[in-house]
């Protein structure tokens, strides 16, 4: 349940905001949004299960558009109407996820093959 003092964010405070870790990020209509490509219908489950996870385990639930391509998640906090510190967490926490690429970070972990059978996400 919200605070009766949660701060909400102005159209300004979130575009000051919307840089760095969350540059693929827009605010739309109210909300912040960001679209996932994938590799295709199996991808884009994958994608939604772990949005769906995430955001189950912040108590911060996202609504989604899929497409057979496409993923968009669109945050915001219902109960203060409007852009609050949960959106800007989780869309965080979203995104290390989804765009994770372990073969970058030299921890043994090999990540997705480029072998075009074994697509998964289109990362920026």
Known sequence: ????????????????RLTGDLRNWRFEAGTLRRSYR???????LMVVNTIGHLAEAAWHHPDLAIS???????????????????????????????QWQP????????????????AYIRYD
Do not use: C, Q
Not at 106 to 118: E, K
């Open 103 to 118: 073969a970058t970070e030299g921890n043994g972990l090999d990540g997705t093959p480029a072998d075009p059978t074994a």
């Open 38 to 44: 994938t590799a295709g219908w199996k991808a884009t």
């Open 1 to 16: 349940m919200a605070e009766a003092s949660e701060k909400t964010y102005s159209a300004d405070e979130i575009a000051a």
């Open 68 to 98: 057979y391509a496409s993923v968009e998640v669109r945050l915001s906090t219902h109960s203060a109407k409007g852009i609050t510190d949960k959106d800007f967490a989780l869309a965080r926490k979203i995104e290390a996820v989804v």
